[in-house]
């Protein structure tokens, strides 16, 4: 009987071969010893180890001088000015001329009309910015306190300041003496002054806007309730006009509520619980003089 020769399918055959080279492989890395985590790594001939940071010199002065990220925005802070005393504070030499003030109690109250170097005329409150650098810091009588880039200077109601004229009725009575032509000794600046600032202890005008427009004043009592009622009027009355004069005109109506200050009689229009009314203010019956 003849014996017959067996042939292994090709893809055993392969199986076989691979996995006598797997475990040839498992046999050579078992004869080769491995390296120890404490031994040195030789480098390459020509690599060059890195340097540490320790020993490299950063210039980080360098660094943040170019700015990598941009510059912060720097944000000036206004200069706090050095406390003294009013009447030691120097006249400023800026192009201004004061017009008027209203000291009131509350300084947040209190308004200055001070006109420019070409007599442009705006109404400035506490804080407000004058010019470029100054702001009105105080205001008082015959003066106001200005802070100039952190310095505080001094800008006083002019000597020669002209009485404040008030619209006049033709019917009115000739035999009135107006309160400030019984004080002739004092000088027309302080009558004017000390009138208007005693004023604001009576009335307490708030401006009135509508859609950004000025429509007229609001009047709320002072200090002094009694006298604000003996004119008539009630708080929140709107006063629109004073003796036909609109009060519409930031610029110009606190000059004509400074009339009442001198003013003798005048006429107002008042917007009362939405209807208006006209209303005849005697004025010569406040004692301004009243503490």
Do not use: C
């Amino acid at each position: 009987m003849t014996s017959a020769t067996r042939v292994l399918p090709a893809w055993v055959t392969l199986g076989l071969v691979l996995l006598l080279g797997w475990q040839l492989a498992r046999l050579i890395w078992l004869l080769i010893p491995a390296a120890s985590t404490g031994d040195p790594i030789v480098m390459p001939a020509g690599v060059t180890r890195p340097a540490s940071s320790s020993s490299a010199g950063v210039d980080v002065q360098t660094i943040a001088a170019a700015h990598l990220f941009g510059e912060a925005n720097v944000v000036d802070t206004p200069q706090e000015p050095v406390a003294q005393p009013v009447e030691d504070l120097a006249e400023t030499d800026l192009s201004l001329t004061l017009k008027g003030t209203i000291a009131a109690a509350d300084e947040q109250q209190s308004i200055a009309i001070i006109a420019d170097s070409r007599n442009e005329e705006k109404i400035y409150s506490v804080g407000n910015t004058v010019t470029s650098g100054t702001t009105l810091h105080a205001v008082y009588l015959d003066r106001v306190v200005l802070n100039r880039n952190g310095a505080l200077e001094v800008l006083k109601l002019p000597k020669d300041l002209p009485q404040t004229q008030a619209r006049r009725q033709a019917t009115r009575p000739t035999n009135r003496i107006n309160r400030a032509a019984q004080a002739p000794a004092r000088s027309i600046q302080n009558v004017v002054a000390q009138n208007v600032t005693k004023l604001a202890d009576v009335i307490r005008p708030t401006p009135y806007f509508v859609n950004g427009q000025q429509q007229g004043y609001r009047v709320y009592p002072g200090r002094n309730r009694k006298q604000f009622a003996a004119l008539g009027l009630r708080p929140g009355d709107l006063i629109k006009d004073i003796d036909g004069a609109s009060l519409t005109d930031p610029q110009q109506a606190m000059q004509i509520f400074q009339s009442l200050g001198t003013a003798e009689q005048v006429s107002v229009t008042v917007e009362r619980n939405g209807q208006p009314e006209t209303l005849v203010l005697n004025t010569n019956q406040l004692d301004l003089d009243e503490e």
